[in-house]
């Protein structure tokens, strides 16, 4: 079967969208996403538009499904731009963890994010409390992380272990307190309002940016006292820089970035 595609990206952040894309599967995605035997990308975004309102389904490059992709609802943004989906450049996507609103000005889009929360029920992490810069241990090695959900499972360290990432990285994702895998942040303080973070992405491993986990770096770095509320982070990822701001409690996250159109396609399924 033929299928269309466009491909997409956010700060490096690469994505295949299908629109509709019934039928398909996780082998398909998983395919698709090698990038020596496929197109290559670090996900497959299907889209279209559900009872007059668009949503998102993501697809990671090994073939799982993630509830949410920051990088990614930003390309859909402008996908429906692009295609002329909605009335104006306000509206809302439905996503697994829900509707996020989004404001496309260009390339530049803004999203508000899910409010984060530190609920262990929520993460989801078998912890009976908050995790907040708790010392746990990976392969032998002492870490102080801080778990929170974005809508997707996050743990995210300050600590200084730029030697010890690369093979840290699989098993805190996989790590069996999280009962269904975390993406994983090394995060670092680079000025008053802003940081640097390399995210190890559940199910996709190392990519050039991760939104919801500059998100989650973000979130983190205010609630252990590194950063300040209401003031935009400036988040720097391996792909290129996100503006984030973390509110009161039990408020949104907005994350503001850009999304660009690469090419179209077709490929046989």
């Known amino acids: ?6 491909k997409y990206e ?13 039928g398909f599967s996780p082998a398909d995605a998983k395919r698709l996403c090698d990038r020596h035997r496929g197109i290559g990308a670090d996900g497959v975004l299907l889209t279209g538009v559900r009872d007059g309102r668009p949503f998102m389904v993501v697809m990671n490059a090994d073939g799982s499904t993630a509830e949410m992709c920051g990088n990614g609802i930003r390309c859909v943004a402008l996908h429906v731009v692009r295609r002329g989906w909605v009335e104006g450049r306000e509206f809302d996507i439905d996503t697994g963890a829900g509707p996020h609103h989004c404001r496309v000005d260009g390339e530049s889009v803004q999203v508000t994010m899910r409010s984060p929360s530190l609920d262990p029920g929520d993460v989801p992490v078998d912890a009976p409390a908050p995790v907040i810069e708790e010392r746990w241990v990976f392969n032998g090695t002492p870490v ?5 959900s974005m809508g997707n499972p996050h743990m995210v360290t300050f600590d200084a272990l730029e030697d010890r990432r690369v093979v840290l990285g699989p098993p805190m994702e996989k790590d069996s307190r999280f ?3 975390a993406n994983v942040g090394f995060a670092k303080m680079t000025g008053e309002a802003a940081l640097d973070v390399h995210v190890w992405e559940r199910g996709s491993g190392w990519t050039m940016a991760c939104g919801t986990g500059a998100c989650a770096a973000a979130v983190a770095a ?3 006292g590194r950063a300040q509320r209401d003031t935009p982070l400036a988040v720097t990822l391996p792909g290129g820089t ?10 949104p996250v907005r994350m503001t970035g850009p999304a660009r159109h690469v090419f179209d396609g077709t490929v046989t399924i």
């Open 1 to 6: 079967m033929q299928q269309t595609f466009a």
């Open 10 to 22: 956010g700060i490096g952040n690469d994505f295949i969208l299908i629109e509709a894309g019934e």
């Open 144 to 148: 102080k992380v801080t778990a929170l």
């Open 179 to 181: 009962a269904r895998g």
């Open 222 to 224: 205010v609630e252990t």
């Open 242 to 251: 996100l503006s984030i701001t973390v509110s009161s409690r039990g408020e």
